[in-house]
């Protein structure tokens, strides 16, 4: 598991850095409650990738109903103020479910050109892989294909 260590070092460097994470802590200075509505309805999500643009948050999150990996896999919320998200396409699913053994976790969140970017991790038993879709408007998601 060095690797999935690996990775969230790098993608907590990301969300740490972007020029959006710091307008989010700039906006919930006061402690603030978020409000991130998840697929599986508890509302408890762990690694969150935000962006922000022309007026729109967008988050990528993974629901972590007390501590439940089945439920870990990756799901696209927005908001205009940054302190309530709701779920962007059908609220049921998340962006890819896995089969039974596995959960897709660690999502990485970019938009270049209109297009939103989506890294994962799937772990199944004891492979992780990393995971690449896209979408043009968070609803409609290519494929997934392993990233290299």
């Known amino acids: 598991m060095k690797w999935k260590t690996w990775l969230n070092i790098i993608i907590s460097g990301i969300i740490l850095f972007s020029p959006s994470c710091k307008k989010e ?65 059908d609220s049921t699913k998340p962006i890819d479910f896995p089969d039974k053994y596995a959960h897709n976790c660690d999502p990485c969140l970019i938009k270049n050109g209109g297009t939103f970017h989506l890294y994962y991790v799937e772990v199944e038993l004891d492979t992780c ?20």
């Not at 919930?28 to 509505?37: A, C, E, T």
């Not at 892989?129 to 290299?148: A, F, I, Q, T």
């Open 25 to 89: 802590v700039e906006i919930n200075k006061n402690n603030s409650r978020v409000s991130i509505q998840t697929y599986e309805k508890s509302g408890q999500a762990v690694h969150p990738s935000i962006i922000y643009q022309t007026g729109e948050y967008f988050l990528a999150i993974t629901p972590y109903p007390n501590g439940n990996t089945r439920f870990e896999n990756p799901q696209l919320l927005s908001s205009k103020n940054g302190l309530e998200f709701i779920i962007i396409g």
């Open 129 to 148: 892989r990393l995971m690449y879709r896209n979408s043009k408007d968070g609803v409609s998601w290519s494929p997934e294909r392993e990233s290299y």
